[in-house]
């Protein structure tokens, strides 16, 4: 098929996003999780009853994209102001988006009670492993070795302790019923972000407890590398830690270290 084949089968964005332009880095990967967040939603038929609570971050700019009812929440706050939102609306499909600065740093309780209770809400986390919006610092996520704003020569564990794997903390939970790991550093793992969010979407619909998914995304500005080489630096940095797969599915809880032993992608 001719390149101008392509541009008149493919659609140009979402139904649900009201736009294309905004103004995030070059080799930002937050736009290609928005895009799976709005189609997964579209495609479930749940757009009108879908209500996002959106955290503070690089990806905040992108709310005025998104053709959903939307809250905004104070840092970290998300997941309970979203739990209020259930509790008042359970025919609604209750949705946070969120960056690790806000959701590990700032909201580390507020995820940590919600999934604990089951509350029928679905988690979505963007993970960099840095805080974009304040230009690079590092976050509980942070990777050891990772250079950031205010870890110049890398993360040390003896110095700022060791990173936060947030789903392998979420995923034995009692009240959680889902809980992936993806990335969007290469069409497939673009696509197995899409089905994780399908599947954590569908798991609140049956009412079947808390759902999570954490979508690893590329900030080569704050990780200090070429724009294109950002996806690389994903995979063999980011993911080599938070390693990626489905973390609990129908009951049963699999660790990043399994993950990793069997070949990172299974979701």
Known sequence: MSGEGIRRTLPEKPAL???VD?????????PLALRMLLEAIEELGCAQRAIGVVGIGCYTALAPL???????ALHGRAPSVATGAKRMRRDALLFTL???GDMVNEGLQEVIHT???????TCVLLNNGVFGETGGHMTATTVLGQRTKNSLEGRDPAVHGHPIRIADLLAPLDGTAYAARCSVADAAGVARTKRALQRAFETQLRGEGFSFVEILTMCPTGWFVPTREGPRYLTDVLAAVHATGELKRDGR????AELRARGAGSA
Do not use: K, M, P
């Not at 809880?253 to 990043?256: P, Q, Y």
């Open 253 to 256: 809880t699999t660790s990043s």
């Open 17 to 19: 996003q009201l736009g």
């Open 22 to 30: 905004h103004d995030l880095c070059s080799g930002c990967g937050e």
């Open 98 to 100: 969120q960056g690790d």
């Open 115 to 121: 999934a604990a209770r089951g509350e029928s809400i």
């Open 66 to 72: 998104i053709d959903l009812d939307l809250i905004q």
